[in-house]
């Protein structure tokens, strides 16, 4: 089987952003995280910011990590009650969202970070699901090295960015816990640096046309 699409899943600090990066590159394919949301927004006929919402997106800080665009991390935070009367209902935009996705897969030729697009793609046969990961303590240091925060806070900022991405697929998919025999590919960054990590999945990719 020829993979078309590339999911990657990872909590922050995993260096998931970058091997996407140099992944999208090396096999010429688009790279997709905000595009789903502003699509998503485009065809509700709303902000993309009430749907980001709606995913409860994480802090902006953790955004800036993560490599999404500035501006969509420094824009508003829309509280939850902003959501609601002329607005399309939450399960109609989680269900939009993943109308997206995989429309976006059927077009092939793209690399989806986030979203939890491993799970909702999870039943096509031409989608290599990676996972990458990291201890604690690795994740810790390089959010802490990236917005040049403390320690302390770079807990913080992990602890909740972990309980936001367990609600989401605990919400969207009903997944309780993550297995890594939900993926393809499991890759742990601790001493597999991200640019390698992208090369193991480029090789995987290559094989397989």
Do not use: W
């Amino acid at each position: 089987m020829t993979y078309r699409v590339v999911c990657i899943s990872s909590k922050d600090g995993a260096g998931a952003t970058e091997a996407a990066t140099l992944i999208a590159a090396a096999l010429g394919f688009r790279l997709i995280d905000e595009e789903i949301v502003t699509h998503a927004a485009v065809e509700a006929g709303v902000d993309k910011e009430v749907v980001a919402d709606v995913e409860r997106r994480k802090s902006a800080l953790v955004r800036l990590l993560e490599g999404m665009a500035p501006a969509a991390a420094a824009g508003p935070v829309i509280p939850p009650e902003a959501v609601g009367y002329g607005q399309p209902a939450s399960d109609d935009l989680r269900g939009l969202i993943r109308t997206v996705i995989e429309d976006t897969a059927g077009r092939g030729n793209a690399i989806l970070v986030s979203h939890a697009a491993s799970l909702a793609l999870s039943q096509r046969d031409d989608v290599l699901r990676v996972l990458m990961t990291a201890s604690l303590p690795t994740r810790q240091r390089r959010l802490a090295a990236s917005l040049q925060v403390d320690d302390k806070e770079a807990s913080r900022l992990i602890k909740r960015s972990d309980a936001g991405r367990a609600d989401y697929i605990k919400r969207f998919y009903g997944v309780g816990a993550e297995q890594p025999t939900q993926y393809d590919l499991v890759v742990n960054t601790d001493r597999i640096a991200p640019e390698d990590a992208a090369r193991l999945v480029v090789e995987a990719v290559t094989v397989s046309s």
